[in-house]
């Protein structure tokens, strides 16, 4: 192992073990001011909401990894579950193939916005604005604006099933797993982080990072479209006003978990701790009686305590360099 692998991989372990000591802090603190927090309930409740979450901040961390960054999940995820509660409600079609169509429209989507934004070098910030407006209008379009009720046929998704957790949590697990290996173990996963990087080096290298970057996007797409099942079978229906904000969610945790906003680095499992740091920290200041606008407060306090560790910790890494 060359020495600037072995800092790489201390610094990873570092940042492991820092977000689950807050993780465990906060738990601590909450169980502290609420007597209810530490119960089966509310990590039951916790495990069947952060599904949707998580596989999206999957997406997003391989698109924040590449030096992207996309503002349109929220919208593509409602695009999504509109899409898929049309084709059941309307059109008679099973679970699995409405599902299907949603999570293939999902994707377009994503790749829309990757198709632009690198085939015209233009900031995908300004690419996934419009690809959002353009999805939230579909959306209302499919629903003609109204909350679409799909009833049972899609709540065994959501339903627990083993030690409290659903299929969904089941499944969001998997993906952090498989996305975890993609990024550490594979070629891929090693092309993102050096696009990430310096994707002049790469291509320099004689590696096309086009293909790999709009490859991103698209899958950014086919998570939010997951998303969109999860949530639609945890309400057992689908509201085109559904994932306003959403994005904002998605990004706070991938950055909690120290994927860095210029790129180049990131972890999925780390994600995932963050996804579970927002996911208590809100839940914890619901049980103590927190009014929703210092929560919000509270939470935004957190992100940008994130950020400017993760700045400091990327001039800790020059500074060795």
Known sequence: MTTHSFTRSMSGLKNYLGLIGALLAMCILFSILSENFLTAATFTTLSNDIPTLVVMAVGMTFVLIIGGIDLSVGSVMALAASVLSMAMVRWGWPLFAAATLGVLVASLCGMLTGLISVGWRIPSFIVSLGVLEMARGLAYQVTNSRTEYIGSAVDGISSPILFGMSPAFLSAILIVVVGHLVLTKTVLGRHWIGIGTNEE?????????????????????????????????????????????????????????????????????????????????????????????????????????????????????????
């Open 201 to 321: 080096a790469v291509r320099l290298s004689g590696i096309n990072p086009r293909p790999s970057k709009v490859l991103v996007f698209a899958l950014m797409g086919l998570l939010a479209g997951v998303g969109a099942l999860f949530q639609v079978s945890r309400l057992e229906a689908a509201d085109p006003n559904g994932g306003v904000g959403m994005e904002l969610q998605v990004i706070a945790a991938v950055v909690i978990g120290g994927t860095s906003l210029m790129g180049g680095r990131g972890s999925v499992v780390s994600t995932f701790i963050g996804v579970l740091i927002i996911s208590v920290l809100e839940a914890g200041l619901a049980q103590v009686g927190v009014s929703e606008p210092m929560k919000r407060i509270i939470t935004g306090l957190v992100i940008v305590a994130a950020v400017v560790l993760d700045t400091y910790r990327r001039r800790g890494e020059r500074s060795t360099h």
